[in-house]
């Protein structure tokens, strides 16, 4: 990466880097990822975010392990409704294959090579009997046995070991006061452990890129209700979309602000999801991330910041502080998780039934999302509400997006005198109009 593109990069992550520390994140991975050699790097970046002050809470799966044992030991593999029946022999390898892969995991995260990114690391990891499970009882006619459902999560003493600063992780096991063992889902108990702790973030690394919609292209944010239709029009899916993003809307419809849904096979997408502006993946929210609002006098600084760069270049004109005070009240703002990242503003001329609409910016980092269309839209609904019938734009260098929205080549003559008394004719800014 060239020395100018890392430091915006560095920059533009700081603002997470702030967010995140002291955040709780649950994150979840089965055990394929240990089997392939992909933990590694992931420990790199768990490592990362341990010294960024994040309190890391890992879930990890033993599917691909379980089945080793099975197949070794020529035992009979059974599912009801993708659940697997886990009998005694089962059960034992269940067991066998937890340890195992907690004494890997564990083993892989107190590394501390030089020159590698795990240098100086001190990690510690905590494990034990912190969740309580039931057994899940008969399926489609079967027992299931030895599989189980989560009861319920020992918070405070996860609490304790993360205040402690310790990576806390859980295996798929759950434990009855009666002394029996539960095989349960990794994603039944990275939920549970995420709503229990009231998580700020619960992030499934899957096989796919995240959540496809029906043409294949990948979904980079979608609301709980969002997922929930598409779930039911698209039906029963045959990758682990099926198994995760159930547990997502649930974790978000019961408080946790966000859940993710990553590739395991792209190296980083952890970093690249969280650090960001758009991810790797998909962002699950319980409401969408956008706010359109009217502008406040507490914006005047962040609508400078947004507007200068177009300003030096001879797009917009200049706005100084003074006249956006003044002008704050035209000025509509579009807020993106609680960054503010667009503006436009509507000046009205009542007497010819018309309005302007100017200074319309969206952040280069959220061009291409559609973002200047809602900020038009809410322009244009602000317009017909006052009873406007003609929106005017003014343009050196983006006639063809108007131009595309509706608008249609207009006149300085056609302008509001009052306007026309302020045209710029040294900018030869071209005049289009659109007819509310």
């Given at each position: ?14 603002p997470y880097i702030h967010a ?165 889902t990794l994603e039944n108990v ?38 929930q239709q598409l779930m039911a ?204």
């Amino acid at each position: 990466m060239h020395s100018t593109a890392f430091v915006h990069w560095f920059r533009s992550a700081a603002p997470y880097i702030h967010a995140f520390r002291g955040k709780t994140f649950v994150i979840a991975f089965g055990g394929e990822m240990l089997v392939d050699g992909q933990f590694t790097a992931l420990a790199h970046d768990l490592n990362l975010l341990n010294s960024l002050g994040v309190r890391l809470v890992l879930v990890h799966g033993v599917r691909p392990q379980v089945e080793a044992h099975l197949i070794e030991r020529r035992a009979v593999v059974r599912y009801v409704e993708g659940l697997r029946v886990t009998d005694d022999s089962a059960l034992a390898c269940v067991k066998e294959a937890v340890g195992e892969t907690r004494v890997e995991i564990e083993a892989l995260l107190s590394m501390s090579l030089l020159d590698t990114p795990m240098a100086n690391a001190d990690i510690r990891v905590a494990s034990g009997n912190f969740v309580t499970a039931r057994p899940l009882g008969v399926r489609a006619g079967v027992d299931l046995l030895h599989t189980g459902v989560v009861r319920k999560i020992n918070a405070n003493a996860l609490q304790q070991r993360l205040d402690n600063n310790d990576i806390v992780l859980l295996s798929p096991l759950g434990y009855s006061p009666t002394g029996e063992i539960f095989n349960l889902t990794l994603e039944n108990v990275a939920t549970a452990a995420a709503i229990t702790l009231k998580a700020d973030k619960l992030i499934f690394f899957m096989e796919t890129e995240g959540v496809l919609d029906e043409n294949g292209e990948l979904l980079h944010q979608i609301t709980a209700p969002e997922a929930q239709q598409l779930m039911a029009a698209r039906g029963a899916c045959d990758d682990d979309t099926a198994y995760y993003l159930p547990s997502a809307i649930s974790a978000c419809q019961q408080g946790v602000p966000r859940a993710h849904l990553i590739s395991r096979h792209v190296d980083g997408a952890l970093l690249g999801e969280l650090f960001t502006h758009h991810g790797v993946g998909t962002l699950l929210t319980q409401a969408r991330l956008e706010t359109l609002r009217p502008a406040q006098m507490d914006d005047v600084g962040h609508i400078q910041q947004l507007i200068r760069p177009l300003e030096e270049g001879g797009t917009l004109v200049r706005r100084s502080r003074e006249r956006l005070e003044m002008d704050i009240e035209r000025f509509i703002v579009l807020e993106y998780d609680g960054r503010l990242i667009g503006c436009a503003a509507l000046y009205d001329f009542p007497e010819s039934s018309s309005g302007e609409v100017a200074c319309m910016v969206v952040h280069p980092d959220y061009r291409g999302h559609s973002y200047g269309d809602s900020l038009l839209s809410a322009v244009e609904q602000t317009a017909r509400a006052k009873g406007l019938r003609w929106l005017y734009a003014l343009t050196t260098h983006t006639e063809h997006w108007f131009v595309e929205r509706g608008f249609g080549n207009a006149n300085v003559s056609d302008l509001p005198a009052e306007r026309q008394a302020d045209y710029n004719s040294e900018r030869r800014s071209k005049v289009f109009v659109k007819v509310l």
